[in-house]
């Protein structure tokens, strides 16, 4: 899920699924309720995935590595989504938003956080134009969709999702058709178009994992390589 | 520093032994509908540990070439985007003033 910022169309572009941002309106809390709410529950969940989830941690690495290091306090929010929405990235602000009302397990968690990082960091990357080119957009949701564990064996069979040869490739189309859809006014076809147009490309574009990450252990092992790029790079 | 294998010689094992778990098989077709081919893993292994133990020419050239081919695989699609030489200015801007921040 991805937003970009333009005032007068805020509903075309998906805004109208975070109502708290940009309201100018703020919920005081004391302290004893902030402990026991969403809030709370989701600022412990983040801080797990950061620091336990090595999908994230190589995210964070190479976000660091290109120059945008990554702070929690500045760069991540938990707020209350409308609908079953998990979270976003805003563009404008360079903020990951986390539905903190939707995700109340850790390995969800985990997934949204590292799928929205995968936005962060083609973000930062690249000139990825959010706003205007749908292709850009279609692109992120792929590799987001492809490379976070939304698509994994495990993950889809939970959704009750029980395909199997080639599954993969079929979830990851449904999940970036649905994200377009969500959060830009064109019908179907168009959508099925333009995923078609750049699956090839961004279904195999596995930066900065270099492969699939199918579990931790692939993600362990996509870990060590990013450790050892220079001496790789350097000996080629 | 000296030229060495991109990488440990031990990676390479540990590479084709997870190539070739029955997880992985699974992972494979699941993704590509195919079983994984692993051969190479096993090969670059041979030809790292002649590199190490005998310096052998041959050997470090051919896995120089398997590396570098795994490099091109990766880079053979035309890319959606361009990259970014720098990263965007706005990334450690401070958030809107007008945003309230929690106290």
Known sequence: MVQTSQPKQEEEYGYDLFPGRNTGQHKGRSFTESLLTFNHKCQVMLQLATETSPYAKLLLSAMKSSGCKVFKERHFSCEDCDGTVSGGFDADSSQIVLCQNNIHQQSHMNRVVTHELIHAFDHCRAHVDWFNNLKHLACSEIRAANLSGDCSFQTEFSRFNFGLKQHQQACVRGRALRSILAVRKINREEAEKIVDEVFDTCFNDHAPFGRIPHDKKDAGFAGRDYENRGRYYANL | ?103
Do not use: I
Request: charged share 30%; net charge positive.
């Open chain 2, 1 to 103: 520093s000296p030229p060495q294998p991109p990488r440990a010689c031990d990676d390479y094992w540990s590479e084709f032994r997870h190539c070739k778990s029955l997880k992985n098989c699974f992972h494979h077709y699941y993704t590509y509908g195919t079983s994984p081919s692993c051969q190479q893993w096993k090969e670059d292994f041979h030809n790292c540990r002649e590199w190490e133990k005998h310096r052998a020419t041959e050997s470090k050239e051919a896995l120089q070439r398997s590396e570098r081919n795994r490099v091109a695989e990766q880079r053979k699609f035309t890319p959606v985007w361009e990259l970014r030489q720098s990263p965007p200015r706005d990334w450690h801007m401070p958030l809107n003033q007008e945003k309230p921040q929690d106290s």
